[in-house]
Nanobody, 117 residues
């Protein structure tokens, strides 16, 4: 089992920045890919950025050039640095971990990001 806890959400003005963090615990050795997803009111959950244990980061087109995902395998954390935030970035942001076995996904409870003046 893997437990994920997100932190760092909040209210920010358009153009501002936020940094989200996700701490993994439990069977962290089993984790391959970690990532961030988001869900806005009335919309489906969507991928924001993912980072495998080794390999290429992937970003949604809507956040390329503005968001950066990074990972510290020693600390079992994944971070999403968000710049130039827009109102359309407003959503609940969820951390996700996918084990090497790919037999299930693990999700955090989410953290609210609100971009508003």
């Amino acid at each position: 089992q893997v437990q994920l806890v997100e932190s760092g959400g909040g209210l920010v003005q358009p153009g501002g920045s936020l940094r989200l963090s996700c701490a993994a615990s439990g069977s962290t050795f089993s984790i391959n890919t970690m990532g961030w997803y988001r869900q806005a009111p009335g919309k489906q959950r969507e991928l924001v950025a993912v980072i495998p244990s080794s390999g290429t980061r992937n970003y949604a087109d809507s956040v390329k050039g503005r968001f950066t995902i990074s990972r510290d395998n020693a600390k079992n954390t994944v971070t999403l640095q968000m710049y130039s935030l827009k109102p359309e970035d407003t959503a609940v942001y969820y951390c996700k971990a996918v084990p090497y076995s790919r037999d299930r996904d693990y999700w955090g409870r989410g953290t609210q990001v609100t971009v508003s003046s």
